[in-house]
């Protein structure tokens, strides 16, 4: 299996961007983390490739997060992706799984009754947040439709997951595609055919397809790399951050658990990594609190 990673291209004398990713590992890793049941998982890999993707449009520290809720089964989805090819995510109910005619229903366990939130952490003074009503669910078409609605930017997103009878990832990937000014009509008219010539993603994935394949297939040839990232699922917890968290609640809360007499154990919703302060952590932490 490949490592996880992405290509970025220009196209067509620059007035084309493609990012083009492979990210079966670190999906089938956050598959391990969280317990996903097969549509559950292509559901949330489908979004950690977006936010990687996307995340890759950035630079510095600059972050994103995506928060998905379409009243489907699922429940709320929410990625957090840097500029450097990094990823975590919360899945709201991990242990649902629809299938339709051998596919894994993605549209069915999101629900399109529901927005599409990214909020852009640039890091300066304000944080931005922009949406756009899902349309099906399915994760690319609700992004090309974000794209259209809040960037404005004409956009094409491909992404997919396939599961195997084990409940292992074995194949997860995506493009996205956008257009940038001065594109011609006919280039969007030779990209358009050369999109829908292609099979599934995920079926080019699992046959060894590499994102510089992808990017080869949309443009026949006419494109030039520019930039290549490595890619993973990372949290970011410490034991100190949790500590900070601790000391916000203030002292009449931090007492209550003091009196319990024992010590507790905090566990990361991104990771599931466990963190246990004692009774004399607990008593410092109270002395530190307003």
Same mark, same amino acid.
């Given at each position: 299996?490949?490592?996880?990673?992405?290509v970025?291209?220009?196209?067509?004398?620059?007035?084309? !961007?493609?990012?083009?990713?492979?990210?079966?590992?670190?999906?089938?890793?956050?598959?391990? +983390?969280?317990?996903t049941?097969?549509?559950?998982?292509?559901?949330?890999?489908?979004?950690? /490739? @977006?936010?990687?993707i996307?995340?890759?449009?950035?630079?510095?520290?600059?972050?994103?997060?995506?928060?998905?809720? =379409?009243?489907?089964?699922?429940?709320?989805?929410?990625? &957090?992706?840097?500029?450097?090819?990094?990823?975590?995510?919360?899945?709201?109910?991990?242990?649902?799984?629809?299938?339709?005619?051998?596919?894994?229903? #993605?549209?069915? @366990?999101?629900?399109?009754?529901?927005?599409?939130?990214?909020?852009?952490?640039l890091?300066?003074?304000d944080?931005? /947040?922009?949406?756009?009503?899902?349309?099906?669910?399915?994760?690319?078409?609700?992004?090309?439709?974000?794209?259209?609605?809040?960037?404005?930017?004409p956009?094409? #997103? =491909?992404?997919? &997951?396939?599961?195997?009878?084990?409940?292992? #990832?074995?194949?997860?990937?995506?493009?996205?595609l956008?257009?940038?000014?001065?594109?011609?009509?006919?280039?969007?008219?030779?990209?358009?055919?050369?999109?829908?010539?292609?099979?599934? +993603?995920?079926?080019? +994935?699992?046959?060894?397809?590499?994102?510089?394949?992808?990017?080869?297939?949309? /443009?026949? =040839?006419?494109?030039?790399?520019?930039?290549?990232?490595?890619?993973?699922?990372?949290?970011?917890?410490?034991?100190? !951050?949790?500590?900070?968290?601790?000391?916000s609640?203030?002292?009449?809360?931090?007492g209550?658990?003091? /009196?319990?007499?024992?010590?507790?154990?905090?566990?990361?919703?991104?990771?599931?990594?466990?963190?246990?302060?004692?009774?004399?952590?607990?008593?410092?932490?109270?002395?530190?609190?307003?």
């Open positions: 299996m490949m490592n996880d990673y992405l970025k291209a220009y196209a067509f004398d620059g007035t084309v !961007r493609i990012y083009a990713a492979t990210t079966t590992k670190l999906v089938d890793e956050a598959r391990q +983390i969280h317990g049941w097969p549509a559950a998982s292509a559901a949330l890999g489908r979004v950690l /490739t @977006v936010s990687l996307m995340g890759a449009m950035y630079k510095g520290d600059q972050t994103l997060t995506i928060r998905i809720n =379409g009243g489907g089964p699922i429940g709320e989805i929410v990625s &957090v992706a840097n500029a450097h090819g990094s990823v975590k995510a919360i899945v709201e109910n991990p242990e649902v799984h629809f299938s339709q005619k051998d596919k894994l229903a #993605v549209g069915l @366990v999101v629900g399109n009754d529901g927005f599409i939130h990214v909020t852009k952490d890091k300066i003074r944080v931005f /947040t922009s949406s756009a009503k899902l349309q099906t669910g399915e994760i690319g078409d609700d992004f090309a439709y974000y794209f259209a609605v809040s960037e404005q930017i956009s094409s #997103v =491909g992404v997919g &997951v396939l599961v195997n009878e084990n409940n292992e #990832v074995f194949a997860s990937g995506g493009f996205i956008q257009v940038m000014p001065g594109a011609k009509e006919e280039t969007l008219q030779k990209i358009e055919q050369n999109i829908s010539k292609m099979r599934p +993603i995920s079926e080019l +994935i699992s046959e060894n397809k590499k994102p510089e394949d992808i990017i080869e297939m949309i /443009t026949k =040839g006419d494109h030039e790399f520019v930039e290549e990232m490595p890619l993973s699922y990372l949290c970011d917890c410490t034991k100190e !951050r949790f500590e900070k968290g601790l000391i609640l203030g002292k009449q809360e931090l209550e658990m003091i /009196t319990d007499d024992s010590s507790i154990e905090i566990v990361c919703h991104f990771c599931k990594k466990k963190y246990e302060f004692t009774i004399g952590e607990l008593i410092k932490l109270e002395k530190e609190s307003k």
